[in-house]
């Protein structure tokens, strides 16, 4: 079994930072992409940022200059460096990682985290 941990949510003022955090366990075999969804109250879960085992990187227009995404693979772990937040950058942020396990690893599969709130006041 495989767990995604986030942490380094909270609450921040406009124009503020955060850094979140992913950390990976379990019988990994190998982390392939790796992402961060955020869903606002009454929206739907969208995609802010994404990155490859290999590094390339993607960020959502809505945050591009002001997020940046970057991962450890020997760490199995990621994170979300968030910059000039503002109010609209209000939600719960969930890691997502497409994982080959020792046990299957012919067989990529879906984590997900439990989700870390950000929240940022005007």
């Known amino acids: 079994q495989v767990q995604l941990v986030e942490s380094g949510g909270g609450l921040v003022q406009a124009g503020g930072s955060l850094r979140l955090s992913c950390a990976a366990s379990?019988?990994?075999?190998?982390?392939?992409?790796m992402a961060w969804y955020r869903q606002a109250p009454g929206k739907q879960r969208e995609l802010v940022a994404s990155?490859?085992?290999?590094?390339?990187?993607n960020v959502a227009d809505s945050v591009k200059g002001r997020f940046t995404i970057s991962r450890d693979n020997a760490k199995n772990k990621m994170d979300l460096q968030m910059n000039s937040l503002k109010p609209e950058d209000t939600a719960v942020y969930y890691c997502?990682?497409?994982?080959?396990?020792?046990?299957?690893?012919?067989?990529?599969?879906?984590?997900w985290g439990q989700g870390t709130q950000v929240t940022v006041s005007s």
């Open positions: 990155i490859t085992y290999g590094g390339s990187a």
């Open positions: 997502n990682a497409k994982v080959q396990s020792e046990v299957l690893v012919l067989i990529t599969r879906d984590y």
């Open positions: 379990g019988r990994i075999f190998r982390i392939n992409d």
